[in-house]
């Protein structure tokens, strides 16, 4: 019984420590380039964004480039956040897109993907979620 309670901490600290590794993948930290612009790349995919956290600074022009990644299901990125200067809705592609805007307000706003196929749960719903956070 002692090697078994061994094994099962063991287990327990490597989860922890994916867990950890996972948690940074997860967000972003975004650095303004030489030019002012501050650049972000985000994937997505059933049913995830990658980062799903995106930190940037507010007034400053952000680059956000997106695309899918392979697979069939038809994605999308859905921001509403017009009180920041933030609004769009656009179709994820395997080609690279990129959209521009500047935050004009902090606090934490929501994208996601708006797409439902009938009556199952929307990819939102299924995880297709992240937030973007302006801060000072
Ligand atoms: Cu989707």
């Known amino acids: 019984m002692k090697n078994l309670a061994a094994v099962v901490g063991l287990v327990i600290v490597s989860i922890v420590l994916t867990m950890q590794v996972w948690g940074e993948e997860k967000t972003v930290k975004a650095l303004i380039d030489s030019d002012g ?3 972000v790349e985000l994937v ?9 956290r995106i930190i940037v600074k507010v007034q400053v022009p952000v ?19 017009p009180e920041a200067g933030i ?9 690279p897109k990129i959209v521009a805007f500047t935050p004009t307000k902090p606090g934490v706003y929501p994208f996601y993907c708006s797409k439902k196929l009938l009556f199952f749960e929307s990819h939102r719903e299924k995880g297709m979620k992240g937030m973007l956070e302006v801060v000072e």
């Open 37 to 39: 612009v501050q650049r």
């Open 44 to 52: 997505g995919g059933s049913y995830f964004f990658k980062p799903e």
């Open 63 to 81: 680059e956000l480039k997106f695309r899918k990644e392979s697979g069939m299901v038809p994605h999308n990125i859905v921001m509403e956040a």
């Open 87 to 95: 609004a769009f809705d656009l179709p994820l592609a395997s080609d």
